[in-house]
């Protein structure tokens, strides 16, 4: 079992920035591929950002292209997703997500509880 846990999100004007951290515990050795996912209010879950184990490959939701960034450290077990020129469209819940044997929603099979980036106009 792997577990997962965000902090960082909060409040902010738009063009703003915010730093999400995700900590990660427990069977940490078996999570490959780590993604960032949201859900904004009467919308579905999208995929805002992934990395692979090494961090040497990342992808991106075109909307966040050039604005975000994410990154991980194996050695501490923390992901982090860094937000610049936030737009009122970026709202909503953000969810780390690690993948371990592939099941799962979107393939991921730990994801944390979420935490909550509001960017006002």
């Known amino acids: 079992q792997v577990q997962l846990v965000e902090s960082g999100g909060g409040l902010v004007q738009a063009g703003g920035s915010l730093r999400l951290s995700c900590a990660a515990s427990?069977?940490?050795?078996?999570?490959?591929?780590m993604a960032w996912f949201r859900q904004a209010p009467g919308k579905d879950r999208e995929t805002v950002a992934t990395i692979s184990r090494g961090g040497d490959t990342t992808s991106y939701h075109d909307s966040v292209k050039g604005r975000f960034t994410i990154s991980r450290n194996n050695v501490k077990n923390t992901l982090t997703l860094q937000m610049d020129s936030l737009k009122p469209e970026d709202t909503g819940v953000y969810y780390c997500?690690?993948?371990?044997?592939?099941?799962?929603?979107?393939?991921?099979?730990?994801w944390g509880p979420g935490t909550q980036v509001t960017v006002s106009s």
């Open positions: 427990g069977r940490t050795f078996t999570v490959q591929r």
């Open positions: 997500a690690g993948q371990s044997t592939g099941r799962g929603f979107g393939g991921y099979d730990s």
